[in-house]
């Protein structure tokens, strides 16, 4: 069974789907550690984490798909990949979701922003025609073949032409092909609740970046509005950099890390990266 068909099989569960961003292989294996039955890239984190910079379209389709396929290796759960804007037109979205399949990934974000793209919760988007992304879900539709990858379209819509425009798109895009809708960054419950009554019968996407747009509601409340995923693309991102900061002024004014709290201990740390399996290996291979 691929990796496209787990995931849908979970989205067939009446249950939401809680699905926590990653951006290495490392987070990912935690993740599946603790019971996470999928995970999710975000361009956001890749960006920060590969190249120190924001989210401002500066991560290529080559660094995304080396990164992203690194991390859909390294774990036996469902792997959601966000590839930005496909990287072009329609015949590169035909590429980028080949290259995807061929990597494992068990379903893409693709937006409809212009690009350079922005993160979703940034000001200053601007989106393509909608006919143009029409295009692109139905050539990613058309890409997939048999694989079973689930396509999920993204509109940035809302902050631009407003929500009924973001609405008028996310039909539109349903009808082109794809599998699940991910109207980004709505700004109230309000809307969270008219995005849920619009399409009644599509899975739909809450994205809650802590700080971002969209009010923080709990997985439970998302549920009951009629969401069928809630991401939470940034949380580690967020948490990591303030334990690892932490750390480093730690080191800097003690000069020592005794007693520095939130360490994992090195035998667990080796057992979360397999040197016990390798080294038994590599006995048996003497």
Known sequence: MSSGQKLRQLLARPEIIVIPGVYDCLGAKLAEQQGFEVVATSGFGIAASVLGLPDYGFVTATEMLYSVGRIAQSINIPLIADLDTGYGNALNVIRTIKD???????????????????????????????????????????????????????????????????????????AAGADILFVEAPQSVEELKAIAAAFPDVPLVANIVEGGRTPQLSTVELQKLGFKIAFFPLTALLAVTQVMNTCFGHLKEQGTTANLPNLVNFQDFQELVGVPKYLQMEQDFK
Do not use: M, N
Request: charged share 25%.
């Open 100 to 174: 995807a399949v061929q990597l494992g990934v068990a379903g893409v974000l693709l937006e409809d922003q212009e690009w350079p793209k922005k993160c979703g919760h940034f000001e200053g988007k601007r989106v393509i025609p909608q006919a143009e992304h029409v295009g692109k879900i139905r050539a990613a539709v058309a890409a997939r073949g048999d694989s079973g990858l689930v396509i999920i379209a993204r509109t940035d819509a809302r902050a631009p032409l407003g929500l009924e425009e973001a609405i008028a798109r996310g039909r539109a895009y349903i």
